[in-house]
Structure formats: C-alpha cells, structure tokens
C-alpha cells in the first residue's frame, strides 16, 4: 500500500496505541506491558531517580532481601531476573508501585508490612509503566515471555 492510505493506516494505528495507553482501565486491571507503549529511556531515568536508592543502581536490590530486617520488613528485592519482581503480574507490579506494598496487600486482604511507598502521588500513571517497562527490558527474553505468560493469565 502506497501513498495516502498508507500514512491514513499508520495515523489510525498511531491513535489506537494512544487511546489504549490513555483509555481507563477497571478498577484492579492494568494495561499489559507486552502490548502497551512505553518509553524505556525515560523509565531508566526515572527508576535512577525514584528506584535506585533502595532497589540498586543496577536493580540488584539490598542485601539480605529475603530476610526481615530488625523492623520486620524486608529489605527491597532485586528487580534483575535474580529477584522475584517477574514472577509477578503487570497489574501486581503497577498496583504495588503506585499504592505501595501495605495498600496494595491490603486490597488483596493480606496485613503485610512494607517498606514500599506508593508513588501514585509522585508518579504519573505513564511514568510507573516507563519504570516498569525499563525494568523488564533488562530481563533474558525467557524471563520476559515467562512474566508476560502470568500478566496475560491476569487479565
């Protein structure tokens, strides 16, 4: 396809992708990252700025992360493909990003206590799902189909 129609058909795709980013999505239901459209660049620096300091500077997380710490929490994980992060949905990841571990327990009706804030008051909905999409880029590509696998299955 040649000429008009084929600007006309990539505009058209152009405006779905950005009506699925920005179309609202049910309460509990995230956008999959597999199909969503996020900016992977921005993500890095935004995890550098807002991650970094308590997940690592190369997602490697604290030490003992598995373990609680003298306050009962535990220390933030890793989020490389040696954490637990993409054993995790995409609507887990978000909700716990933007609410915070405590919220985001909670509204599964487990009492847990986290070290996690919320970010939903810092971050834009679209800057969570940059973060998130630069930490899956990170992941072997069998760990990224694995984790999509479970976020599909979510929803």
Known sequence: ???????LLGLLALALGVAVILWPQPEGKVL???????DIEAGQELY???CAV???TNLEGQENWQSPA???????PPHDETGHTWHHAD???????????????????LDFESGMPGFGEVLTDQEIWNILGYIKS??????????????????
């Open 32 to 38: 999959d990252l597999s199909t969503a459209i996020v």
């Open 70 to 76: 003298p306050d009962g929490r535990l220390p933030a």
């Open 138 to 155: 990170t992941w072997p590509a069998r760990t990224q189909e694995i984790q999509a696998e479970r976020s599909r299955a979510e929803n």
């Open 54 to 56: 308590c997940h690592g």
């Open 48 to 50: 550098a700025q807002s």
């Open 91 to 109: 609507s887990v990841l978000f909700n716990y990003t933007k609410l915070g571990g405590r919220a985001a327990m909670a509204q599964s009706g």
């Open 1 to 7: 396809m040649k000429g008009p129609y084929a600007v």
